[in-house]
């Protein structure tokens, strides 16, 4: 499938900005909200221009990603055996260009990928505490995900 293919249950929900002369407020997620599930924790990943981070897969634990600070290129890969989009990829660029949250279900292969200049600051707000043994882990460059974490061009 495409990288731009839909991937059932991950949600791409834009986000509001409130912005003054003194700077802007970026929301992210609130407990009022229709897609808020429930609240485990919310950390910072940042990385460097070009460093890649993933794959990392939950069993149980849905993410929400926006990025407050830089660029980065948000890929998912449906790895779920029920899925009626198994083997979809998905890539949603997010960051100072695109404010958005993004949702991604448990099952999911996900991971990002810095660009830009600047380093990136991406915000998660999971859905329970971190446990080591709720996720999988892959190197970025596995055969067993279809993609490229190059620089394409056109």
């Given at each position: 499938?495409?990288?731009?293919?839909?991937?059932?249950?991950?949600?791409?929900?834009?986000l509001?900005?409130?912005?003054?002369?003194?700077?802007?407020?970026?929301?992210?997620?609130?407990?009022?909200?229709?897609?808020?599930?429930?609240?485990?924790?919310?950390?910072f990943s940042?990385?460097?221009?070009?460093?890649?981070?993933a794959?990392?897969?939950?069993?149980?634990?849905?993410?929400?990603?926006?990025?407050?600070?830089?660029?980065?290129?948000?890929?998912?890969?449906d790895?779920?055996?029920?899925?009626?989009?198994?083997?979809?990829?998905?890539?949603?660029?997010?960051?100072?260009?695109?404010h958005?949250?993004v949702?991604?279900?448990?099952?999911?292969?996900?991971?990002?990928?810095?660009?830009?200049?600047?380093?990136?600051?991406?915000?998660?707000?999971?859905?329970?505490?971190?446990?080591?043994?709720?996720?999988?882990?892959?190197?970025?460059?596995?055969?067993?995900?279809?993609?490229d974490?190059?620089?394409?061009?056109?």
């Open positions: 499938m495409s990288a731009t293919s839909a991937i059932d249950g991950v949600k791409v929900i834009p509001r900005q409130i912005v003054d002369e003194r700077g802007k407020i970026m929301h992210m997620l609130k407990a009022t909200d229709p897609h808020f599930i429930s609240f485990g924790e919310i950390y940042t990385a460097w221009p070009g460093a890649v981070k794959w990392h897969i939950h069993t149980y634990m849905t993410v929400n990603n926006a990025v407050l600070s830089g660029r980065a290129k948000l890929v998912m890969y790895i779920r055996e029920a899925s009626p989009t198994k083997g979809a990829l998905m890539e949603v660029f997010l960051g100072e260009d695109n958005v949250l949702q991604i279900p448990p099952g999911i292969a996900n991971g990002y990928k810095a660009y830009g200049d600047k380093q990136v600051i991406l915000a998660n707000a999971a859905t329970h505490p971190h446990d080591p043994d709720e996720m999988q882990r892959m190197p970025p460059f596995t055969d067993q995900i279809p993609y974490w190059s620089l394409r061009h056109g």
